[in-house]
């Protein structure tokens, strides 16, 4: 079959992106311990407050295990050989494009991302982070003049200690679980985002996130709090370059919504998924949580899941104000011997909260790909209304989809409903195409994108055009 | 508080443990070194898991912690039963002429202990069969209940003394319904491990029922293992009835393993109980096999229903559905897990599954957990969970034609759990259950105590329509 040699070659693609910046490293000693929390906030010019809040993280995650519940299956975490704090040298503050390194800005180039066009052109602010310390935040002024602040965490916690000490841990407390628990011990840097009451954000917000030094695990801690009658949308996206060994990933997002407010958080997410005999690749376990603390008031997460050679990420909302609304799409896709365990976790607690998870799984090579999520209605959310909606489709034999819903209703007025089918592109549909002159490549592209459009629809424009490059990179073709 | 239930369960595991090693003797007296060996592995399994707990993903809803802090009697012996069951309990299903099987308390009831049936058919005592036909028990027994990760498995293992046998050889149609009644009757708190096994030749076909009653309102503890093997191209409906009373615990195993061409019908219908447990696994290991699945349940009070299915597809071309109800009054809880597996090489597998599920009150609350896990690629696979009340529009048509509020809550009740018992293909037992069913929505079934099946014989259903109105 014709459509096995592309599978082969779709599958034997080198990762594009697989390039080392050398840049002057200012690193920690391996492995983890009081010390290096301690290391890190020093490092870092943190408060007091700040480094207890990391000392009470860590001394609980010494006492936690590892999960073991989700659907994957990896070497045990050497967390001892994992470098926690790596900074590019930087002698004075910027405070413009050209003072930064010329090799970080050939990295971006490379990436087509280049600080400057995104500055210029499509009048993005990017705040680049790389290897942990943010190296350029661009439009900060412009967005000073409403009252937004667009920064890095650590920046924020010099600057802003009181919206921090008032919001951090708000929605992923410190003791949330192992890998958050691990983060807030150790984060190095990340975005700050705050919207002040009433502003709709002109532009939309993006931090381009890329690993940098072998073996070290990047720790981002992102917080966005959008105050009553607030807007943004925040995007998220993420290269990293080609590795041997394991990386470990464990980001915390957290995103308040007071009354009225609206969050729209969108990830594209590429890092390197191993080669294609599963060795190396990024290990990504996440925790994104957002809570809609205020009446009326709406998160979004949209999320395209390409690359990692694990992922465990569950973006979720917690409805807690009245009429609020939770909305998670995803389009997760494995190749080779990547596993993804990924779905969303609505929590129902306030009176007339709606939420919707549509959820795409593409799974080929020897892949896994596993949808897992959980709608729960609270007693008091009278008139919750759920729609879930799982799809995965299998290209070829060897892999693997799978959905574990988990759905809690302790209110006789909610309404949860949740559908999931799981197939193969149709031959029907392949042959329909090809009939009509279509090669195969083309004609599964095609159907493919047609198969994640519901998700890509619901990108930015930036967003939807690189993801569905990336859909094209990954799977293309890849149908047996 | 906390600390005194766990003191309790460990109590009464070591008190298992204790009454193990004590009567380990008398447990594997005239036993066959292999039986000896699978209850000695068994209770070193027990020994090292205990009873399930809700930290175990397949038991996160279910929490036998109360259950497990009661007292409890455990029997070793078969009590000397002399009275004549028919005179405190009959289960008759009308127009329909059954083989009758009793376990009574646990133990095979009957003049003979088992019988031959002209066509050849085996039915009898499960501890007689292991004495009469060794080498047809050991061939099946304990192969598909798995004693190594399942401490419940483990549990009946190691303690199972005596329940049902039959077996069906091949190109033979049972012409009657095997009827198996589990009843409980007794002034002490049972804790019973009944173990059942049912194995069929090839293309042969069995109807079953399984009745569950309970006569005297103890805590009792049953925790039952059934093992029904179905050979190439042989028809197996399993009818699972059950309606305990509230202060009973139950955890029933059935493991169906079908050869190929194969076809089980299973349904499930729970009408009342204290904490039930339905362990259902469906193993389709030849080509071509059918399974339907289907179940559904009333509760109320402080009722506690699981449903637990896990649906195997191993080789090529199967089919399989699933189709649960539920109707949740009050703080009753209930729980669904439905897990396809659809394993590698199983190509052209179709998997369907729909669990819905209707809340009375903000009290009571629904667990349903509907998993999916898929090997290969030419498949078709859905699954289905609604958890809802009852059509707002529906009930306001039917208010506007003069239906009064109740009765149409009740009708529409009805129409819900119909689709289910319409799939009952034995016509005499759907009507029953159709009319059980109806009363236990109008609340008269837990009021009798006695032969609950015996009373009101013809008589129709009837909904109460204020036929002026219309």
């Known amino acids: ?480 | 508080m906390k600390n005194d239930i766990i003191i309790s369960e460990i109590s009464l595991k070591e008190k298992l443990i204790h009454h193990f090693e004590e009567n380990i003797t008398t447990l594997t007296a005239d036993e066959t070194p292999l039986f000896k060996e699978i209850r000695l592995k068994a209770m070193d399994t027990f020994m090292k898991k205990g009873f399930p707990h809700t930290k175990l993903e397949d038991w996160r809803s279910t929490n036998l912690s109360k259950s497990i802090n009661k007292e409890y009697t455990l029997q070793l012996g078969n009590p000397e039963v002399k009275l004549d069951v028919s005179t405190i309990f009959k289960c008759d299903i009308h127009h329909l002429d059954t083989f009758l099987v009793t376990l009574y308390n646990g133990w095979f009831l009957g003049n003979e202990d088992i019988t031959i049936l002209k066509d050849g058919t085996i039915i009898g005592s499960f501890s007689k069969a292991c004495v009469l036909y060794p080498d047809l028990v050991e061939a099946h027994f304990s192969k598909y209940a798995s004693i190594e990760n399942n401490s419940i498995n483990a549990l009946n293992a190691a303690f199972a003394l005596d329940g049902v046998f039959i077996y069906v050889p091949d190109n033979v149609t049972v012409s009657k319904t095997i009827q198996i009644v589990n009843i409980i009757n007794t002034e002490d708190n049972l804790f019973i491990q009944p173990r059942n096994l049912v194995i069929l030749g090839k293309n042969s076909k069995l109807q079953l029922v399984h009745c569950d009653h309970s006569i005297e309102h103890k805590y009792t503890f049953i925790n039952s293992v059934t093992e029904i093997v179905i050979g190439e191209g042989s028809t197996v409906d399993h009818y699972k009835l059950q309606n305990k009373d509230n202060d009973s615990t139950q955890i029933t195993s059935t493991y169906f393993n079908q050869a190929a061409n194969s076809t089980l019908t299973s349904n499930v219908i729970t009408l009342n109980g204290g904490l039930i447990r339905n362990n259902l696994y469906v193993k389709m290991e030849g080509k071509g096999c059918t399974a339907n699945m289907n179940g559904v349940f009333l509760i109320d009070k402080d009722q506690h229903v699981d449903n637990f299915l896990l649906v195997e597809h191993c080789n090529t071309d199967s089919v399989s559905h699933q189709l649960y109800k539920g109707i949740l009054d009050d703080q009753s809880m209930g729980v669904f897990t439905g897990h396809i597996l659809v394993k590698k090489d199983a190509q052209r597998t179709n998997a369907f599954q729909n669990n819905k599920n209707i809340l009375l009150t903000d009290k009571a609350t629904m667990h349903t957990q509907p998993h999916l896990e898929i090997y290969a690629d030419d498949v078709k696979c859905s699954h289905g969970a609604t958890v809802g009340q009852l059509d707002q529009e529906a009930l306001f048509y039917m208010r506007s034609r003069g239906i009064r509020e109740n009765t149409s809550r009740m009708l529409l009740m009805y129409a819900f759990a119909a689709e289910v018992i319409n799939k009952i293909q034995i016509v005499p037992l759907r009507k029953q259950i159709d009319e059980l069913v109806y009363r236990r929505l109008k609340g008269e079934l837990s009021d009798c105590d006695q032969c609950i099946l015996d009373c009101n014989a013809n008589r129709q259903i009837s909904f109460d329509i204020d036929l002026s109105r219309l």
Request: proline share 3%.
């Open chain 1, 1 to 480: 079959m014709d459509s096995n040699a592309i599978l082969s070659e779709v599958t034997s693609g080198e990762y594009k992106y697989g390039f080392v910046t050398d840049i002057e490293m200012d690193t920690a000693p391996k492995g983890l311990s009081e010390d290096i929390v301690r290391f890190i906030s020093a490092k870092k010019n943190e408060p007091e407050w700040m480094l207890d809040f990391r000392l009470k993280a860590y001394r609980r995650w010494l006492q936690m295990e590892e999960p073991t519940w989700a659907h994957l299956h990896h070497p045990p975490i050497n967390y001892q050989e994992i470098i926690f704090y790596a900074a590019p040298k930087q002698k004075k503050e910027l405070s413009s494009l050209d003072e930064v390194d010329p090799e970080l800005i050939k990295t971006f180039e490379k990436l087509g991302i280049s600080l400057e066009e995104q500055k210029r052109l499509t009048g993005v602010a990017v705040d680049a982070v790389i290897d942990s310390v943010s190296v350029k935040t661009t439009f900060t002024e412009t967005l000073g003049k409403l009252g937004i602040i667009f920064c890095s965490f650590s920046e924020a916690i010099q600057h802003h200690p009181e919206l921090i000490k008032s919001y951090m841990a708000m929605a992923v407390p410190y003791d949330d679980n192992y890998f958050a628990t691990l983060n807030s011990a150790v984060f190095t840097d990340g975005s700050f985002c705050y919207i002040p009451k009433g502003v709709r954000c002109p532009i939309e917000l993006s931090t381009y996130f890329r690993i940098n030094t072998a073996g070290t695990g990047q720790f981002e801690r992102t917080l966005i709090v959008a105050e009553e009658g607030a807007y943004v949308s925040y995007m998220e996206g993420c290269t990293a370059p080609m590795r041997d060994e394991n990386q470990l990933h464990a980001a915390v997002v957290e995103i308040i919504t007071l009354k009225d407010a609206e969050v729209k958080y969108s990830t594209v997410q590429n890092w390197y998924p191993g080669n294609k005999k599963g060795e190396g690749g990024i290990y990504n376990f996440v925790t994104k949580r957002g809570i809609c603390k205020g009446h009326n008031s709406k998160i979004s997460w949209t999320q395209v899941e390409t690359g990692s050679a694990i992922t465990w990420k569950y973006p979720s909302v917690v409805l807690m104000g009245d009429n609020s609304v939770g909305e998670f799409y995803s389009v997760a896709v494995t190749n080779n011997y990547q596993q993804a365990d990924t779905g969303s976790k609505m929590i129902h607690l306030g009176r007339n909260t709606r939420s919707t998870i549509i959820s795409k799984g593409i799974s080929a090579g020897y892949s896994n790909n596993s949808y897992r999520g959980l709608v729960r209605m609270s007693k008091k959310a009278d008139q919750g209304r759920n729609y879930s909606q799982c799809d995965s489709l299998l290209l070829g034999d060897k892999c693997g989809a799978h959905t574990f819903p988990y759905i809690k209703v302790e209110n006789k007025s909610a309404i949860v409903e949740h559908e999931a089918t799981t197939s193969k592109i149709s031959d029907d549909q392949l042959f329909y195409c090809k009939q009509r002159g279509i090669n195969t490549e083309s004609a599964i592209g095609l159907i493919v994108n047609g198969y994640a459009k519901e998700v890509l629809s619901k990108l930015p424009m930036e967003f939807a055009v690189e993801a569905q490059k990336l859909l094209s990179i990954s799977l293309e073709g890849s149908v047996g």
